[in-house]
């Protein structure tokens, strides 16, 4: 059986700094969640050490996806054969517009259509949660939006998972779980990208994340946080019992290409 792996590319997504997480993981722990999955990067590479896995989001879309590719990938395979064969300008932005499917097959072959077509696979929506980012250059379309292979081994390793669209503070954990959060980074700079659902993740977000991981530490349930490499990001975990580990990531998601390259981040763990 092919490895799977992430089957959509997502800002910030974590298999450039995979061995980093892996190298602090806990020794050992029980039940393992992932409360801003996105590509599921290190989900995908740890989940045979929980007990049980919890995996979730905010985004709708995107938790919709993984829940089709769990119980139906032959159907979600079919239909994104044809959004390979029709794919052009005109066909992208025909599937873009359609903002209002309630069909769970069809809005899961719309994300990864568009994930994989559109520029530099990034998810953006507007304040109304509608995406709205550009067509890219998709050079082999049938390769990049089918990928039938990965999408039959990410839909074995999803089976006994539990997969819902939460807000990360209504994870329930207990002691001696493991949770790995990767939130929306805290701005660098007042233009960096958060629009990963129409709700932004605001400075009072990241204050409630930092008081909710400080609850979880009482209640001796471990926890890594994936932050940005900014003064605020150390206050609000400026704490003994935390430990603030620097790290250099690759940075590609820029539409200036000059800009991309390395940059620091923080890996913060209770453990």
Avoid at 98 to 116: P, T, V
Wanted: charged share 25%.
């Amino acid at each position: 059986m092919n490895k799977a792996a992430p089957f959509i590319k997502w800002a910030g997504g974590k298999r450039g700094i995979i061995q980093e997480l892996i190298s602090r993981l806990p020794k050992e722990f029980k039940n393992y969640f992932e409360p801003f999955v996105g590509g599921g990067a290190l989900f995908f590479e740890i989940n045979h050490k929980a007990e049980n896995t919890f995996l979730s989001d905010s985004n709708v879309d995107l938790i919709t996806t993984y829940n089709v590719i769990k119980d139906d990938p032959v159907k979600l395979i079919t239909l994104l054969k044809k959004h390979a064969k029709n794919h052009s300008e005109k066909y992208y932005y025909k599937i873009r517009s359609k903002y209002a499917l309630q069909n769970s097959i069809e809005i899961a072959a719309r994300f990864i259509y568009l994930n994989k077509t559109c520029f530099n696979g990034l998810y953006r929506v507007n304040k109304k949660g509608e995406f709205n980012a550009a067509i890219g250059k998709c050079a082999n379309p049938s390769n990049a939006i089918i990928q039938e292979d990965n999408l039959l081994a990410c839909s074995l390793k999803l089976k006994d998972v539990t997969i819902q669209s939460q807000q990360f503070d209504q994870i329930m954990a207990k002691k001696g779980d493991f949770i790995y959060f990767d939130p929306p980074y805290y701005p660098v700079k007042p233009d960096s990208f958060t629009a990963y659902s129409k709700s932004k993740f605001t400075e009072q977000d990241q204050i409630r994340l930092a008081n909710f991981c400080k609850q979880l530490h009482e209640r001796k349930i471990y926890w890594m946080v994936s932050n940005s490499d900014t003064g605020f990001i150390h206050e609000l975990f400026n704490d003994e019992a935390f430990h603030i580990n620097i790290i250099n990531a690759p940075r590609s998601l820029s539409r200036d290409s000059s800009k991309r390259g390395i940059i620091q981040e923080l890996i913060i763990t209770n453990y």
